[in-house]
């Protein structure tokens, strides 16, 4: 039994069209499934999903969400980045040109948690839309042509788009990249790297499939070692 | 008042990278007490890098471990004198370090010579094009010190990091296969030369069936077992593709703590705190001289460290910043172009070009190594004939595979949407089948680009942040459109290649930006030379109006040449502590007058 509370359960809270592809056969982080977010509210996660997953949509390779996309983007704003580490918020906060950076007085949480609640409130229908209407709202948030209030559009679009695409391509470690759906995408072998035979050998497809940091071979794929330890 | 005075001690070192360390070595061995002063912590090779935990693209790459935290210090930025410089509030452009080994533990590995003109740029493009050839908006000057008198000091760097290549000009005859351009040098690199996969051999190919002169890139990233003339051991590069931004844990790629710290580290005579930032350089009564620095120790307390010889090696960008908060020299003002500090800032113009393949070529690029490149330098420098070109400088061409991290390495061809069902098609269809090419191009120091402090902003400390001020120069813009296009000529040229994409950061009408990764090759703005009202150290890299203050780093070059600097700036390295142990000790005193 799931509790209400659970990932699996707010995920799956979706509109139906986007549901069919939010029930993660296995992957990396399954265990946290029937977890409440870290840092995510119910809405804003579910929100958070049809947005990723209109970014990185589902092909032969999973979509943005099944891959643990939203659990990596939660576990990130939860942690260190998502509380402004490396990042100089010292005032004043005067606006800029686009070549002097980001000038937002936000860490990437708030700007994250600004940017759903206004982003929810501004396309309430978002979830339930289909692909090609998703895909011209976030065009048009790409644009900076939507009004989020105190949060420029584009910044947001930038933080959210950067984060998914990390999450589908980070090392499983971090909760993304699940069952290594990006790295098979692709074809990236992984952190156990060492060619030095191999790198001379032209046009010759690499035969390892990925491993990543926490890989054990013969094992259960991106499962973290930490957490196998504690369920003995 | 500081809260605690030490005993003096005959040199302290601010930094402890590739120049600092060196420095350290040196002056340790010539009888000197040394204490380096580093802001970072201890971290070493064996103990802090090794695979597979170091091989986390999310956390070195993209959440900048390895670098230095903008939190403790950074500067502002604008492109020009009538905007509002903002503070640099993440880092992109650049990525300096900080740490045991500097960046030095995070760079590539590619490790260049300049060319002879190079060194003499202003005097070389007068004699050969006549005195109109350089604008009156660029400040570009001759750096005071010669090729051949560098010369056996950027061999002895090579012998330091063990470099990977094939010499093109060995004592004056030109080698087939090496770089023909370069200046005599006096014995071939130490290790031979990287293996190469698909995409650059194919780049090699089409350039030499072009009549340009393809070699290896220079590589600090070495190819055999190998000992360095200090005694440390490196070990063949394992072409993992987790170079640059990482550090090297199987002690191939060269870097300060393997080659240089892990033999001095026991030597009586030397020392290194960590944790201790540098926040001004005291200066006598009478201004001539430097009698220590102050800092923040470890715990917290201000403490002042006397010395006889201040060494400044805190990467080019600090060095400058400590000379304006510490009053040392004097700084430049572009509205009078007067002062030196901070003046001929300049950087690296970059420009790009894609190749995508047909299937029948597979690049595996995940297998990189970070100086892992086929180059042409026909249009570098004055290779070229610049008659009626319109700009002065050039830059090589390399393709690189120097890695194929998944986040970062996502090549798709002109015209794909950034993001999107179409994007994913095309990520997962050209991951496997593309060349990476960069124009490495020159940077001209104008009188508008310049480094001050910054009248708002503030780092942990309570310093006043520096202030950036840079565009590209309208001659850099040329130069890169021109070499770009050479770029994409060859890039059309290679086998199985079904399309070209090419941009060019410094595009007419483009803006530099602070925002995505360029280089670390932050240049000037403390720069060398033979005349004390165009330079702020003379040409042994003595400061003019300190004696015993010497500076290290790229801050020396009066505007940048097409190659990365830690090479030249090593070379400067050596010659500057020839100088130092050599003739200043013995008699500390102005070496040049002014
Ligand atoms: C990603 C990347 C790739 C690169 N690739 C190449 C390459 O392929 N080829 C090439 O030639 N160059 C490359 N470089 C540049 C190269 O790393 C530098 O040129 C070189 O490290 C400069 O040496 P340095 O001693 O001047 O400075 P650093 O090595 O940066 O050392 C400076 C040290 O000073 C310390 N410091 C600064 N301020 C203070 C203070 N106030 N108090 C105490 N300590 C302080 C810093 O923490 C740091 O440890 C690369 C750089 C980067 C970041």
Same mark, same amino acid.
């Given at each position: 039994m799931i509790p209400t509370y659970s990932?699996?359960?707010v995920l799956n809270g979706l509109a139906a069209t986007m549901a069919a592809s939010l029930a993660p056969a296995r992957h990396a982080f399954a265990q946290l499934d029937d977890r409440a977010f870290f840092f995510l509210a119910d809405t804003q996660a579910r929100l958070l999903a049809s947005m990723c997953d209109t970014l990185i949509p589902k092909d032969d390779f999973p979509s943005a969400s099944e891959a643990g996309v939203v659990d990596f983007i939660d576990l990130q704003l939860a942690g260190p980045y998502g509380q402004g580490e490396g990042l100089?918020?010292?005032?004043?906060?005067p606006e800029g040109s686009e070549s002097q950076g980001y000038q937002l007085p936000f860490t990437p949480a708030e700007l994250m948690r600004r940017g759903l609640n206004a982003f929810g409130e501004a396309e309430p229908g978002f979830a339930d839309g289909e692909e090609s209407r998703r895909e011209d709202m976030l065009t048009r948030l790409s644009e900076d042509d939507v009004d989020l209030g105190d949060v420029p559009a584009r910044a947001f679009f930038d933080e959210l788009w950067q984060l998914t695409n990390q999450g589908y391509f980070a090392d499983p470690i971090y909760g993304g990249n699940s069952d290594y759906a990006g790295w098979r995408m692709v074809g990236f072998p992984g952190a156990h790297a060492y060619y030095p035979s191999f790198v001379a050998n032209h046009n010759v497809p690499y035969p390892q499939p990925p491993m990543g940091i926490n890989h054990d071979p013969g094992g259960d794929g991106g499962l973290p070692r930490v957490t196998k330890r504690q369920e003995g | 008042m500081p809260d605690k005075t030490l005993p003096k001690t005959d040199v302290v070192i601010i930094g402890g990278g590739w120049t600092g360390l060196t420095a350290a070595y040196e002056l340790a061995h010539a009888g000197q007490r040394c204490v380096i002063l580093e802001r970072g912590d201890h971290r070493h090779d064996a103990t802090s890098f090794a695979g597979p935990e170091e091989h986390d693209e999310l956390k070195y790459a993209l959440r900048y471990t390895h &670098? &230095?935290?903008?939190?403790?210090?950074?500067? /502002?930025? #604008?492109n020009s004198r009538d905007q509002r410089a903002l503070p640099m509030r993440r880092l992109g452009s650049f990525l300096p370090g900080e740490g045991l080994g500097g960046a030095g533990i995070h760079w590539n590995g590619q490790i260049w010579r300049p060319l002879p003109s190079d060194l003499e740029m202003r005097s070389h493009y007068v004699d050969r094009y006549g005195s109109d050839v350089l604008p009156d908006d660029l400040s570009v000057q001759d750096w005071g010190v010669t090729y051949d008198e560098l010369e056996p000091h950027l061999d002895f760097f090579e012998k330091i990091c063990g470099a990977a290549g094939y010499a093109g000009n060995l004592n004056g005859e030109s080698r087939d296969g090496g770089n023909v351009f370069e200046g005599p040098r006096r014995n071939d690199y130490p290790n031979p030369a990287m293996k190469q996969p698909i995409s650059n /051999?194919?780049?090699? $190919?089409?350039a030499d069936e072009m009549g340009l002169h393809p070699f290896p890139m220079p590589s600090a990233n070495v190819t055999k077992a190998y000992e360095n003339p200090y005694g440390a051991q490196l070990h063949p590069c394992t072409y993992c593709g987790f170079c640059e931004r990482f550090g090297c844990g199987y002690f191939a790629k060269a870097d300060p703590i393997i080659c240089v710290y892990d #033999?001095? $580290?026991?030597?009586e005579n030397f020392e290194i705190r960590f944790k201790s930032t540098v926040l001004r350089v005291e200066k006598s009564e009478d201004g001539k001289t430097a009698t220590g620095v102050t800092y923040i120790d470890d715990q917290g307390r201000e403490v002042f460290q006397p010395a006889d010889t201040i060494c400044m090696n805190a990467y080019a960008l600090w060095n400058v910043h400590l000379m304006l908060v510490s009053g040392l020299g004097t700084p430049y003002d572009p509205e009078t172009r007067t002062g030196t500090v901070g003046r001929n800032y300049s950087y690296q113009t970059i420009a790009a070009v894609d190749a995508f393949f047909d299937d029948e070529i597979i690049t595996n690029p995940f297998m990189g190594a970070g100086a892992m490149g086929v180059v042409v330098d026909d249009f570098n420098g004055d290779n070229f004939d610049h008659t009626d070109l319109g700009f002065v400088g050039g830059g090589y061409i390399a393709c690189k595979q120097y890695h194929g991290r998944p986040i970062s390495y996502q090549p798709v061809p002109e015209? /794909?949407?950034?993001w999107g069902r179409e994007w994913k098609r095309a990520v997962r269809d050209n991951y496997l089948h593309h060349a990476d090419m960069v124009i490495h191009g020159s940077s001209m120091s104008t009188p508008e680009n310049y480094l001050d402090l910054d009248?708002?902003? $503030?780092?942990a400390f309570g310093r006043p942040l520096m202030r950036m001020t840079f565009n590209f120069p309208e001659n850099d813009r040329k130069m890169s459109e021109y070499v770009m296009n050479r770029t994409v000529e060859i890039a059309r040229n290679m086998d199985n290649v079904t399309s070209v994409s090419s941009v060019n950061l410094a595009a007419p009408g483009k803006d530099y930006t602070i925002v995505p990764y360029q280089t670390t090759h932050n240049v000037g703005g403390a720069v060398i030379g033979t005349d004390p009202a165009t330079s702020v150290v003379n040409r042994y890299g003595q400061m003019w109006e300190h004696h015993n203050v010497f500076v290290f780093g790229a801050c020396l070059f009066p505007q940048n040449l097409g190659y990365n600097p830690t090479g030249p700036l090593m070379g400067l390295a050596y010659w500057t502590l020839d100088h130092l142990k050599n003739d200043y000790l013995g008699n500390p005193r102005p070496l040049m007058d002014a």
């Open positions: 990932r699996r359960a100089y918020l010292e005032g004043p906060f | &670098m &230095m935290d903008v939190k403790q210090n950074t500067l /502002t930025f #604008r /051999t194919l780049f090699g $190919k089409a #033999r001095i $580290k026991e030597h015209g /794909t949407p950034s009248p708002t902003w $503030k780092d």
